[in-house]
């Protein structure tokens, strides 16, 4: 039997869902981008970088791929108002002026 993750869409983005501890499980916990959203145990990966880096390390593990089951939600979906996914990895922006020098920025002030 297959594993099968839920792909929600609306008219100008998708997300997988998939459960946080299946991250943890694949040491990804602390790649995923703020462009992905969370709720309660569940992660809402971006369709683009985290989806792919998710689905390549997934293969990889398992040996096998998953099913995607596509929901349309229309123009505008709910995983939006969701908190953005947010780790030590990603809470900050490095900046180089231009001496060089490098500058951590809490990503909040953007």
């Not at 998939?18 to 602390?30: F, S």
């Not at 791929?65 to 596509?70: C, G, K, Q, R, Y």
């Amino acid at each position: 039997m297959r594993t099968t993750f839920k792909m929600y869409h609306d008219a100008g983005h998708g997300w997988l869902a998939v459960k946080r501890q299946v991250l943890e499980d694949l040491a990804l916990i602390n790649c995923v981008s703020r462009c992905s959203y969370v709720k309660g145990k569940t992660v809402y990966l971006e369709e683009d970088q985290d989806f792919t880096m998710f689905k390549n390390a997934y293969e990889q593990a398992y040996a096998k791929t998953f099913e995607v089951l596509n929901v349309d939600h229309g123009n505008r979906s709910f995983i939006r108002n969701y908190e953005s996914f947010v780790t030590a990895a990603n809470s900050t922006w490095v900046e180089v002026n231009n001496d060089g020098v490098v500058n951590e920025l809490p990503k909040s002030e953007f």
